[in-house]
């Protein structure tokens, strides 16, 4: 069984304190959702386990199965088993998706994947996400839609078979279609790979498709409150409000101004409808 521990976890970004003492531990098969405003650190957590050289960590551990996260580079994390699908993925002319992930499956094998293996994985994983039969050649997220990129990200996690994923609002640009194909495909790589699974998203849709075994609640950098899948439907429904008044937690309404429409907010536009 794959452990993700997170301890008391401080980062800061340019000497400001985003991350205020994280706590969290995410093992195989379990799907966490996370939550809370946008610029509160959803996505600083995810980069600083991953090892975003932009994110200071100042007090606190990550461990994977013991071993000492923030000891590790970047690759030797990505070796290590974890992975994380990005909210904006990069565009890199030059390197077609072939290459990368060809490159990328190597770097954590003993032996270099038999040329066949690897074409014949490649080939199934692009079918699995309906994309374009081209996508092995073209350059990694060059000229690609927002969508295409998303589901791009998800290729990748089939091929690189990780203990432990993160995915940052990876069902954003997404349409309808696209949203159950890559809920789906997640599901699948878990089930197949027992992969522990944190996922952020603003959309309680997602969440209900991927059916979160933990779900968290992240506000000024602390993970305030956690439950079960029951909690993304009260906030979709409710708000944060409830939990402002419950814990005594004042929120930036600008915060919530950037987040009308989505998960957390959108119960106000009902109240007004």
Not at 210 to 226: E, F, Q, R
Not at 242 to 264: D, T, Y
Request: charged content about 25%.
């Amino acid at each position: 069984m794959t452990t993700l521990q997170i301890k008391d976890l401080h980062v800061s970004v340019a000497d400001k304190e985003i991350l205020k003492g994280v706590n969290l531990c995410i093992n195989s098969d379990e799907t966490h959702a996370l939550m809370g405003p946008n610029g509160n650190g959803k996505s600083t957590l995810l980069a600083a386990i991953m090892g975003n050289p932009k994110y200071t960590v100042t007090k606190g551990s990550i461990t994977l199965d013991g071993k000492d996260v923030l000891q590790m580079e970047v690759d030797e994390r990505s070796r290590a088993g974890l992975f994380l699908g990005m909210q904006y993925p990069s565009e890199i002319s030059g390197i077609t998706n072939s290459d990368f992930l060809r490159s990328a499956i190597n770097a954590r094998r003993e032996r270099p994947i038999a040329l066949f293996q690897f074409i014949k994985e490649m080939e199934q994983a692009i079918g699995d996400m309906e994309m374009k039969s081209d996508l092995a050649h073209r350059f990694l997220n060059e000229g690609f839609s927002g969508g295409e990129k998303k589901r791009n990200e998800i290729v990748q996690m089939k091929l690189l078979k990780p203990s432990l994923a993160m995915l940052d609002e990876i069902d954003s640009g997404l349409d309808v279609d696209a949203l159950k194909l890559v809920a789906h495909a997640v599901q699948e790589i878990q089930k197949q790979q027992h992969t522990g699974l944190l996922v952020v998203s603003h959309y309680e849709r997602f969440y209900d498709l991927l059916k979160p075994t933990h779900a968290h609640v992240l506000i000024d950098g602390v993970i305030v409150l956690s439950g079960d899948a029951s909690l993304t439907q009260k906030i979709d429904t409710q708000g944060y409000d409830w939990i402002e008044n419950e814990l005594g937690i004042s929120l930036v309404q600008e915060q919530r101004q950037q987040n009308a429409g989505v998960l957390g907010v959108c119960h106000a536009a009902k109240k007004g409808a």
